[in-house]
């Protein structure tokens, strides 16, 4: 009898999702959601899309491009914001890297300079709310933050200082120049995320799923060779089939050796994981113990 | 399979992280490159053995001093769970994030150093779970490999809870002797405590009985959001978005909206995936009505015959969580379901001493971490139950309108 009212796991964050979408919605001015194409922004995509429902998704999206970019992923992008009628707002790395409001760091990666692009395209269309498409689930940094995470004028996460958040109400004041940014999908897990992909039958950028493609090794993960990643001399290529679990900076997204080309495969394949999303993919995050909360502190997501 | 929220209390050293790490490592929610990560950085400090704490303690200032400071969530699942747990701080310095933690809680593992017994945060914190209505309280009687897994240490601590408890409202209460460094009666039952007959904390947590702990009975529809579709399609659309705060909800039901007191009859219960027959607490849906009747976020949708109070005259237990103390005759926002308003602190009645439950009935202020009962006036009525009756129409926040930081978490006690 009371197994009836009870909701499924996906039910459950599904319901609080669409929660928080509604209360952001009602409580900001200016929101706006940041959409790389990935699978957690398409995720949150179809999230709002529902809270919203039969009424269009009443904030613009935003994609920081960091200009090392997986084309099939821009494509869907692209595609996927003009299915659904939305203003898609692209802020650029090459661009602030060409107006010098930018330098591009000695090793040539853009994860560190996307943060003063990202504080500059909210500043600029004057964004207060900020939906992002973390999980805490991710990262140990991460693990920490609210759902509603208060910056100050830089953007800057003070994690020592967060405001109480209790039950389902949520503080949405700011002061001028201050936003929050909101994680919808704070408690998604990876598999939680692909669970839902298969139930909701979305549609996501190929690289998801096995394909063949030229790769080499390095700090032990595999990376596409592609115009960002070139193989040193030390460095044989070599063809694998292989999906991305994540989906960032090409220059520093490694790839995973898997034969999932189906999304029933990609379940069973997450669900049988011994490596954590980041730690399998992604060469930025490894060099400290503290990375993630160091970028959290500048204003990164 | 259904998610469970829990939360850790207890006080500092006591081995809350360390036991949330055993957990993860038992169950094999953890993954190598983190075990990988925990252990170079165990190595790092010079630690004898792998610190599972630092599976949770995942800010630097946490690493470097070793304790926690804020709350972070972990998930693991079984095959019959899915668990979202909140590892949450010991420090009286912290307690706001330990409420953070606990207000959404199903069940609250309070730990106890079987060498040190109840501590006064462990009062606290106890205290502060049944004060926030965390429905299963699990008592946790921990380090049991460093008393020789004595009964007789069991026993006392127990006994010495179970008096305290019997001063708290504490719906259920489970109390079991681990050791979170060794895994004693954390997944399996352990061979060093014979003694002890009753189930492993995970088997607990798999078992624990959460659907009624929701309120099923009075509906309450706090209008979040309304949808207006600017299409041809749906010219005449308008719905009206929110989560179920309690109740069933039905199409064919009549309904009463607060504040208005105006009556309607309930045309559809949609989502984006189309009309659904009834909707019960917690689901997210978007509600119709027959009528064109004027509702705006802030708004109640309720029953005819069983409505929330309307009054603007809260009597409230607050528990305050900022540096600059609450005094009578300050004025703030206060967040309540989906409606905000200003309240003035009327009247403070007394402070409560968590140790002995004592109540000051002449404190003048609380203070950072204090609990007390006040009187509030807003300026709009609040549309709300007893806290006890519904955490969800009966708990708000108050936010200091100069500095806009959460203050304080409240608790209705009865509204007149
Ligand atoms: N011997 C023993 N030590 C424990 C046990 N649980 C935790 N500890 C130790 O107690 C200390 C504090 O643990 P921690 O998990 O950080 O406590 P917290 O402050 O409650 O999170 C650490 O040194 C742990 O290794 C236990 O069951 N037995
Ligand atoms: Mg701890």
């Not at chain 1, 003070?158 to 700011?174: G, H, I």
């Amino acid at each position: 009898m009371t197994r009836r009212y009870q909701l499924t796991q996906l039910e459950a964050l599904e319901s609080e999702a669409v929660h928080i979408f509604r209360e952001v919605a009602a409580e900001f001015e200016r929101p706006v959601l940041l959409f790389s194409g990935g699978k957690d922004s398409i995720v949150m995509l179809r999230l709002a899309q529902k809270a919203f429902h039969p009424a269009r998704i009443p904030f613009p999206v935003l994609h920081v491009d960091t200009g090392h970019n997986f084309p099939e992923v821009l494509a869907f992008r692209d595609r996927r914001a003009a299915e659904l009628d939305l203003q898609l707002l692209v802020a650029s790395v090459p661009d602030a890297l060409n107006r010098g409001f930018v330098q591009a760091p000695p090793d040539g990666t853009r994860n560190r300079i996307q943060t003063p692009v990202l504080l500059e395209a909210l500043d600029k269309h004057q964004f207060t709310a900020v939906f992002g498409g973390a999980r805490r689930d991710e990262d140990k940094a991460r693990a920490k933050e609210r759902i509603f995470s208060f910056r100050d004028e830089f953007g800057q996460w003070d994690p020592k200082n967060q405001r109480p958040e209790l039950w389902n109400l949520y503080n949405s004041r700011v002061h001028l120049g201050e936003s929050i940014r909101v994680f919808p999908l704070s408690n998604w897990t990876e598999l939680d995320i692909w669970h839902y992909i298969a139930q909701e039958r979305l549609e996501l950028p190929s690289i998801y799923y096995a394909h063949e493609r030229t790769v080499f090794e390095r700090n032990g993960m595999l990376f596409a060779v592609n115009e960002f990643c070139v193989p040193r001399p030390s460095e044989p290529t070599f063809t694998a089939t292989v999906r991305y679990r994540t989906v960032g900076d090409a220059s520093l997204t490694a790839a995973v050796r898997s034969d999932a080309d189906t999304v029933e495969k990609v379940v069973a394949e997450v669900a049988g994981t011994r490596i954590t999303e980041r730690g399998a993919t992604r060469g930025d995050d490894k060099f400290s113990e503290a990375a993630m909360e160091d970028r959290k502190r500048e204003g990164y997501f | 399979m259904d998610i469970l929220r829990l939360a850790t209390a207890g006080s500092v050293d006591d081995g809350k992280s360390t036991l949330i790490g055993r957990l993860l490592y038992d169950t094999k929610s953890v993954f190598t490159d983190q075990i990988e990560s925990v252990e170079r950085a165990s190595r790092d400090r010079g630690d004898d053995y792998v610190n599972l704490a630092l599976l949770t303690d995942g800010l630097r200032a946490e690493r470097e001093q070793g304790i926690t400071i804020d709350v972070a969530y972990r998930y693991f699942a079984t095959p019959r769970r899915k668990f979202i747990v909140a590892d949450t701080p010991g420090h009286i310095q912290y307690t706001r994030n330990m409420v953070t933690g606990a207000s959404t809680a199903d069940l609250a593992l309070i730990l106890v150093d079987a060498r040190k017994g109840l501590l006064e945060q462990s009062r606290r914190h106890a205290f502060l779970s049944t004060l926030l209505h965390v429905p299963h309280l699990m008592l946790c009687v921990n380090k049991m490999d460093l008393v020789g897994y004595s009964e007789d240490v069991f026993e006392t601590i127990r006994a010495e809870f179970t008096e305290f408890a019997a001063k708290l409202d504490i719906g259920d209460l489970t109390v079991v002797p681990v050791s979170a460094l060794l895994g004693d009666n954390i997944v399996t039952r352990s061979t060093a405590m014979p003694w002890y007959e009753g189930p492993s904390l995970l088997h607990h947590l798999e078992n624990v009985h959460v659907a009624s702990d929701r309120n099923l009975i009075d509906v309450r529809f706090p209008v979040q959001y309304v949808i207006r579709p600017q299409s041809d399609q749906y010219r005449d659309y308008r719905g009206y978005a929110g989560q179920v705060a309690g109740g069933v909800l039905r199409a064919g039901d009549e309904v009463m909206v607060l504040p208005s007191g105006f009556t309607s009859t309930i045309r559809s219960i949609e989502t984006a995936d189309g009309e659904v027959e009834e909707a019960f607490a917690s689901m997210s849906v978007t509600i119709r009505l027959t009528d064109e009747i004027d509702i705006s976020r802030g708004d109640m949708i309720c029953r005819v015959n069983n409505a929330p109070s309307v009054s603007q005259d809260i009597d409230a237990m607050v528990c305050w969580m900022d540096d600059a103390p609450l005094r009578p005759g300050q004025k703030f926002a206060i967040k309540h379901t989906t409606r905000t308003s200003r309240a003035m602190v009327k009247d403070l009645q007394y402070r409560l001493d968590v140790n002995s439950l004592h109540r000051d009935l002449g404190a003048e202020y609380l203070g950072l971490n204090d609990i007390g009962r006040v009187r509030l006036r807003t300026t709009q009525p609040l549309l709300c139950d007893e806290y006890k009756r519904n955490r969800y129409t009966g708990g708000f926040v108050l936010i200091d309108e100069a500095t806009n930081r959460t203050v304080g978490a409240g608790m209705v006690n009865e509204a007149r």
